[in-house]
């Protein structure tokens, strides 16, 4: 598998594994959760995504708990993980209401959980999961400044931020914000022409893209684009998911789909998106049943 270049020193797999869902599966002991990643690593796909957030603040620490079993593991992958969102649940069960939190207190708070859960001594990269309307860009960009200076973060990044939230947060920074994580998908397409996927582009900021199967939806029901996802797959001998990955991977910006699944059989069959011949006649065909209707 290809990889993309992050800094002169990190790059990530073209497909990365989301774990989002880790801590929800019925068998979240250490040894079937390092299945799943060794059937992502048998692919070449050794980018793991992570936030504080997921199962409610506990996939970190199950991903701990399967490094901490097999520590061999630690150096064959990189680690994304966010933060800035305090709900209540976990170790926020007290929070009187879902908030952001993007203090330099929280951060580093922050931090030093997600090190302490997963077992590691450093996360390669660190994001801001969602844009902070109480965001002091100062505050915030010094201590995310600060996590990199320290050698317990590698770069840093964003999530879900648009054009004016990045450049509010880098103007106060030192440190390059190396990439933005947003929704993008056949069913979530507008990033593609709202100027979410232009300024990254322009700037050669890899994105990486979450639920790029538009949460399940492409795969289910019926119409246009699950025919016409049905058509190029049986043109290339892939199932309709791969299509759909392939479209994300077509496109110059480099994009990395970011995938959750907890099925080891469909772990195994996530870099089939590979295997299909995606010529520009058939994106915009996708495209077309995407929109549904005619391109201007």
Sequence with gaps: MNRITITENLSFSRIVYGMWRLSDDTDTSPGHVQAKIEACLEQ???????????????????????????????DQIEIVTKCDIV?????????????????????????????????????????????????????????????????????VGVSNFKLH????????????LITNQIELSLAAHHGFTNGDVAYLQERRVPVMAWSPLGGGALMTGTGPMQDALAAVAAENSVGNSAVAIAWLLAHPAQIMPVMGTNNITRIKALSEAFKVRMDRQTWFTLYTAALGKEVP
Excluded: F
């Design 87 to 155: 709900a209540p649940a976990g170790r926020y069960a007290d929070a009187v209401v879902k908030y952001y939190d993007t203090s330099r207190a929280h951060i580093m708070a922050s931090v030093d959980n997600s090190l302490r859960l997963m077992g590691v001594d450093k996360i390669d990269t660190l994001l801001i999961h969602r844009p902070d309307p109480m965001m002091d860009a100062a505050e915030t960009g010094a201590a995310l400044d600060a996590v990199v200076a320290s050698g317990k973060v590698r770069s």
């Design 165 to 176: 939230d990045w450049t509010l947060l880098q103007s106060a920074m030192q440190t390059p």
């Design 44 to 74: 070449g796909i050794t980018t793991m995504d992570q936030a504080d957030i997921y199962g409610g603040y506990a996939a970190e620490e199950v991903l701990g708990d399967a490094l901490r079993a097999a520590p061999a593991l630690k």
